[in-house]
């Protein structure tokens, strides 16, 4: 079991532990031709810069905007979706259904966006539908105000298959006398449901729920950089493409590496408070107390 685990641990490590040493650039003035160990140290300076500048504080608000649409629309519809297919009858049917929905996580954001694109661009589906009844067009790609229930509906169409699985994974082991005693009682549909179908899958809803605050500001870096130019900077900025942009781009490596440590720091006091949270609701979180 030790060595099955092992290449899982080594990815980790390689590629998520070993990186964390990289954040000594947000305390100097990095010069990548000089390293690490030659640049000179600036202390908070990076960090006093970074809270001076009025952009960072508009990407971590686009940033908590799309985060609490995505948490109230995007979280909830897997588990929407996973109770729906579970009420169907014909496994045969479950299935097929199963599986067109889930395909579309493993479609990179490049089709997705291409995909939304031929379909709400200005020169696509909607739009030509549009034009050909007489309307005016609707162009949603290009729109700021349109944006963020854009980018949530990605969110959406791409990965709400994703969570469906482990949800039906969860409905696959609520004992089916539970159903029965309960039908016997009276209950209806809906009583069963909310007396012993959510009550099966709180753990696992608590837990995704832990997850999913602590990488709240993570709202997708592919997406809204493919997007970004179609609806301008001040719409689609978010902390992900500030730390692109500055970082990688302009060459303020120190900036750039010092927005990504406050992301960091916050999501992991995020995980934090959401899992004393947990243990308050008397689940056990992603770790024990």
């Given at each position: 079991?030790?060595?099955?685990?092992?290449?899982?641990?080594?990815?980790?490590?390689?590629?998520?532990?070993?990186?964390?040493?990289?954040?000594?650039?947000?305390?100097?003035?990095?010069?990548?031709?000089?390293?690490?160990?030659?640049?000179?140290?600036?202390?908070?300076?990076?960090?006093?810069?970074?809270?001076?500048?009025?952009?960072?504080?508009?990407?971590?608000?686009?940033?908590?905007?799309?985060?609490?649409?995505?948490?109230?629309?995007?979280?909830?519809?897997?588990?929407?979706?996973?109770?729906?297919?579970?009420?169907?009858?014909?496994?045969?049917?479950?299935?097929?259904?199963?599986?067109?929905?889930?395909?579309?996580?493993?479609?990179?954001?490049?089709?997705?966006?291409?995909l939304f694109q031929q379909v709400l661009g200005g020169a696509g589906l909607v739009s030509n539908f549009l034009r050909d009844h007489g309307f005016s067009a609707l162009d949603v790609m290009t729109d700021p105000h349109a944006f963020p229930l854009l980018i949530t509906s990605q969110v959406i169409w791409k990965d709400?298959?994703?969570?469906?699985?482990?949800?039906?994974?969860?409905?696959?082991?609520?004992?089916?006398?539970?159903?029965?005693?309960?039908?016997?009682?009276?209950?209806?549909?809906?009583?069963?449901?909310?007396?012993?179908?959510?009550?099966?899958?709180?753990?696992?809803?608590?837990?995704?729920?832990?997850?999913?605050?602590?990488?709240?500001?993570?709202?997708?870096?592919?997406?809204?950089?493919?997007?970004?130019?179609?609806?301008?900077?001040?719409?689609?900025?978010?902390?992900?493409?500030?730390?692109?942009?500055?970082?990688?781009?302009?060459?303020?490596?120190?900036?750039?590496?010092?927005?990504?440590?406050?992301?960091?720091?916050?999501?992991?006091?995020?995980?934090?408070?959401?899992?004393?949270?947990?243990?308050?609701?008397?689940?056990?979180?992603?770790?024990?107390?």
């Open positions: 079991m030790l060595a099955l685990m092992a290449p899982g641990l080594l990815f980790f490590v390689v590629f998520f532990y070993v990186p964390m040493l990289g954040n000594i650039v947000a305390f100097e003035d990095y010069q990548p031709f000089i390293g690490f160990k030659d640049s000179a140290l600036v202390g908070l300076a990076n960090f006093q810069e970074l809270f001076a500048d009025p952009a960072f504080w508009e990407s971590v608000r686009n940033t908590l905007a799309f985060a609490a649409l995505q948490l109230v629309f995007f979280f909830p519809a897997p588990l929407a979706l996973a109770l729906l297919l579970n009420s169907l009858v014909s496994s045969r049917v479950k299935k097929f259904v199963q599986s067109v929905v889930y395909l579309p996580h493993f479609i990179s954001w490049v089709l997705v966006v291409a709400i298959g994703w969570g469906m699985i482990i949800y039906l994974a969860a409905l696959a082991n609520v004992d089916q006398s539970l159903y029965e005693s309960a039908a016997v009682d009276g209950a209806n549909r809906w009583r069963r449901m909310w007396h012993v179908t959510l009550p099966a899958v709180r753990s696992v809803t608590i837990m995704l729920l832990v997850l999913r605050l602590g990488d709240v500001l993570s709202v997708g870096f592919e997406q809204f950089l493919l997007q970004r130019d179609a609806v301008g900077a001040r719409a689609a900025e978010v902390l992900d493409t500030y730390v692109y942009y500055h970082g990688v781009v302009y060459g303020d490596w120190g900036v750039g590496a010092a927005a990504g440590l406050v992301k960091g720091v916050v999501g992991a006091l995020m995980i934090w408070g959401a899992n004393k949270l947990a243990h308050a609701f008397g689940e056990q979180g992603v770790y024990s107390k």
